[in-house]
C-alpha cells in the first residue's frame, strides 16, 4: 500500500463494497481517466478484477482502489463520492487539480 491519495466518502465506500458483494467477485474500484469531450478529459470508473503489474493501490475504508500510472497525476488527491438523485445515480470526483470543466461536467482540464 501507498500514502492515500485517493479518498472515497461513506457513500462510494458502501456502493462499491455492496456492488462487488453482489457482483459476486471483484477486488475493488479501478480509476482513471481518457482524454476525451469538451476539456480535455473524463474519469473513466470501472471495478478491479485484479491488480496490474503498475497499478498504484490506496485503500480507504475497507475499499481498495487500483489507478494506473498515467492516470494518477490527474486524480492524485480525489475524493469519490456516490451520490443519488431522483432516479439517477453516480459517482461524483471532488478533484483538485482540475483547472476547469466543462458544462455538461462530463470532462475536465488540468
Not at 22 to 42: E, M, N, Q, Y
Not at 49 to 62: L, M, N, S
Amino acid at each position: 500500500m501507498t500514502t492515500m491519495s485517493i479518498q472515497l466518502t461513506p457513500a462510494a465506500a458502501e456502493r462499491v463494497a455492496s456492488f462487488l458483494a453482489a457482483r459476486g467477485k471483484g477486488i475493488g474500484l479501478r480509476l482513471g481517466v481518457r482524454k476525451t469531450g469538451c476539456s480535455g478529459f473524463a474519469y473513466v470508473v470501472n471495478y478491479a478484477d485484479e491488480q496490474q503489474a503498475d497499478d498504484r493501490v490506496f485503500e480507504h475504508r475497507g475499499v481498495k482502489v487500483f489507478v494506473d500510472p498515467e492516470s494518477l497525476p490527474l486524480v492524485e488527491g480525489t475524493t469519490v463520492d456516490f451520490v443519488k438523485q431522483g432516479l439517477n445515480e453516480a459517482f461524483r470526483f471532488s478533484n483538485p487539480n482540475i483547472k476547469g470543466e466543462c458544462g455538461c461536467g462530463e470532462s475536465f482540464s488540468v
